[in-house]
């Protein structure tokens, strides 16, 4: 009986998430730049204040299990852009696993604490300030600040400033009402959708991966392209977008009614969707 | 929104704020030298609950008598030896090593908590908290927090039963404005930076929830691969207290958690 029941709602689930993930994945590729474009301005705004070497953001990559380091400013910052570091390592490792966060400097001595990085990028900071980007109660990755030009250290001032900034940041991650990890978005989705009759956690996974098994692997689907042309759109001006919407909206019914002339002509009435 | 209107928890202790903290305790004055005059620590345990902590590290001056991680397992995390007593980040070497100047016949022991799994935070620090507890340890240095509502009930649970427990708990504040786990609870001892560069200067804040300021700021602090580095935060204070505490605890071991703050606010710098 249970097991019924919980098939019946994966079914149920699965179709739901689907469209949920779909859409999930297109905001992504609509908003993702934007998102992208907010972080930049944060870290371009805190070096300025700082009057820093360098600033970065990390965001935590739930499917790699690594730290990702997606935007960066200041001349020696730049080199940063895509690196990635295991979690619990490094100054970036620790303010993420434990949410404390810290400034550093080897003004005094040979301190190797930017190491792992460091030997990526050919950058050696002097000095470091670290602090958590906290999202729902939740650390989603550290934004640092790298070598303050007026001063060997950073101070106690520093860390609450630089804090604030991180506020920001985490702010417009939520803000941009894109989960970075469809995965986890689907798993609360679904947690609600099921409410009183939560389902195991294995059966979760399972329904979870049903629903994002074509997403993101497939780079070449023609949708994508398509995506990125409606993200451009959206400072086009409310006339154009009408426009736009009509136009999509008639090759939808033509392309539904094409589909649907090809499944009656075909002897033996069968399915059509090769492509799964 | 909330975050920015929430107090910057070392706030209290800055220069420019700390003539708020004077007023007439109730006790009258009491002497550190009755506190923990002629104490070097000997016969406390402190541990380490952080990064782990660099055996051979000058600055921990061979003090470091036993060294366990937090591993994980399909079932609870359980606490095994981690014989190669590393320290993944520098951090755990640096808190021990502020223990180590401060009171340095005090026994060390370093919990590892930062591996490679995230998930079980909770979990991970609850398996080293209960260990620690029932292994014959008097004064555990916490500066790890979390923000995370879910693992209130947990906390808050076991830092009562540290409390009960005769088991002293220090714990940093966060620097980041807003709530922090366990440091905001009434049972542990709580502590900020405060900008005085001296290691023998400690302030105690009327005004919960943190009511003691360390010396947090440009700390020169022990790190990893035997090095040295400059160290600003909440938790390069916290230690300065647990070292404080050792003393205290090794002069007047029948003193319970609640007396040892008792002391530590008695003698605090006015």
Request: net charge negative.
């Amino acid at each position: 009986m249970a097991a019924d029941r919980r098939r019946r709602l994966g079914r149920d689930a699965v179709s739901v998430l689907e469209a949920i993930a779909l859409r999930a994945e297109v905001g992504l590729r609509v908003y993702g730049d934007s998102a992208r474009a907010v972080l930049r301005s944060i870290v371009d705004a805190t070096v300025t204040l700082f009057d820093a070497e360098a600033a970065s953001i990390a965001l935590y990559d739930a499917a790699s299990d690594r730290l990702v380091f997606e935007v960066a400013s200041g001349e020696q910052g730049q080199g940063v852009i895509g690196l990635s570091i295991a979690p619990d390592q490094g100054i970036a490792g620790y303010v993420f696993r434990t949410g404390q966060a810290l400034a550093l400097s080897d003004a005094a001595h040979d301190a190797r604490f930017g190491r792992a990085v460091a030997e990526q990028t050919a950058y050696v900071p002097r000095s470091i300030v670290a602090v958590p980007l906290v999202s729902d109660d939740r650390t989603i990755g550290v934004l640092e600040v790298l070598d303050k030009r007026s001063a060997a250290t950073f101070s106690l001032r520093d860390i609450e400033l630089a804090a604030v900034f991180a506020g920001q940041a985490a702010t417009a991650i939520g803000a941009t009402r894109v989960e970075r990890d469809i995965g986890s978005l689907l798993e609360s989705s679904l947690r609600a959708l099921a409410d009183a009759d939560v389902p195991e956690q294995a059966t979760l996974d399972e329904i979870v991966a049903a629903a994002t098994a074509d997403l993101g692997r497939d780079d070449s689907s023609r949708l994508w392209p398509l995506a990125d042309v409606i993200a451009r759109l959206r400072t086009a001006d409310p006339d154009q977008l009408e426009l736009v919407t009509d136009i999509l909206d008639a090759l939808h019914r033509r392309a539904t009614r094409d589909s649907r002339r090809r499944r009656r002509s075909r002897p033996d009435g069968g399915d059509t969707s090769e492509s799964r | 929104m909330t975050e920015l209107d929430m107090p910057a928890w070392s706030e209290p202790f800055v220069s420019e704020r700390r003539a708020d903290l004077s007023r007439v305790g109730p006790f009258g004055t009491l002497e550190r030298d009755f506190a923990f005059g002629g104490s070097d620590g000997s016969g406390v345990r402190v541990a380490v609950i952080d990064s782990g902590i660099e055996k051979d590290h000058p600055a921990v001056g061979g003090r470091l008598v036993a060294s366990y991680r937090v591993e994980p397992t399909d079932d609870d995390p359980i606490v095994v030896d981690d014989p190669d007593a590393i320290d993944v980040v520098g951090h755990g070497t640096a808190c021990a090593g502020i223990i180590h100047s401060l009171a340095p016949a005090a026994e060390l022991i370093s919990i590892r908590v930062l591996g490679p799994d995230n998930r079980g935070k909770g979990a991970n620090f609850a398996a080293a908290l209960i260990w620690a507890i029932e292994h014959g340890v008097t004064i555990v240095n916490l500066s790890l927090s979390s923000r995370s509502e879910e693992l209130f009930p947990l906390f808050h649970e076991l830092t009562d039963e540290a409390y009960f427990g005769n088991v002293l708990l220090v714990s940093a504040a966060n620097n980041v404005p807003g709530p922090s786990y366990p440091s905001l609870f009434s049972s542990v001892v709580s502590v900020a930076a405060h900008d005085v560069a001296d290691p023998w200067t400690w302030y105690y804040n009327p005004h919960p929830p943190v009511e003691f300021g360390a010396y947090g700021l440009d700390v020169d602090v022990a790190w990893r691969d035997g090095g040295r580095i400059v160290a600003t935060g909440n938790s390069f204070a916290t230690p300065h207290i647990a070292g404080l505490a050792a003393l205290i605890r090794a002069k007047h071991p029948s003193a319970t958690p609640f007396e040892v703050k008792a002391m530590l606010a008695a003698t605090a710098n006015r």
